[in-house]
């Protein structure tokens, strides 16, 4: 896989900088992550009924991913903030996998991507459950946060591979 020529996050000097956007035209941009918490059986039913010692495991975990995607530029360096228009987390239960299916749908009229905000909320909401389910189960895992679609922008469309 080729490098791209031009690292835009890096001046020519090498210091890290943040991208000048002022002259992009704003347009409407959607980015769409997902990570996966995969635990055991007895841990999913626990979540699932709401056992865990520390409350309602799912809605603190959307209210966290929601903040974080808030929050990203903050997390990341060199990300801008962006005034948000969207950002949703769906947290699906998935009995075959014995795991819950984290996606994060994030939204701006602006000029440059949401990835991050995605990404974050996705990353932050996973942490969440594994906070909130510890008592219960410390073996759980985090796997396969990626980025599975974007919208918008100069780089057009990006649709992740399944």
């Not at 959607?30 to 979540?47: C, F, K, P, Q, W």
């Not at 950002?87 to 990835?115: H, M, Y």
Request: proline residues 4%; positive net charge; charged residues 30%.
């Amino acid at each position: 896989m080729a490098l791209p020529s031009k690292l835009t996050h890096v001046a020519r000097s090498g210091d890290a900088r943040m991208v000048d956007v002022s002259a992009k035209r704003p347009t409407e941009r959607i980015a769409i992550a997902e990570g996966r918490v995969h635990m055991t059986r007895h841990t999913l039913d626990s979540v699932l009924k709401g056992d865990a010692k520390k409350g309602d495991v799912l809605a603190a975990a959307r209210i966290a991913g929601i903040m974080a995607a808030k929050r990203t530029h903050d997390l990341i360096p060199l990300c801008h903030p962006l005034p948000l228009t969207k950002i949703a987390v769906e947290i699906t239960p998935d009995r075959s996998e014995s795991s819950l299916l984290v996606r994060a749908t994030a939204k701006v009229v602006g000029q440059t991507g949401v990835e991050m905000e995605a990404l974050t909320a996705v990353s932050v909401a996973c942490l969440t459950i594994y906070d909130m389910a510890k008592a219960i189960e410390k073996g759980m895992r985090i796997e396969g946060i990626r980025l599975l679609e974007k919208r918008g922008g100069r780089s057009g469309r990006y649709r992740a591979k399944e």
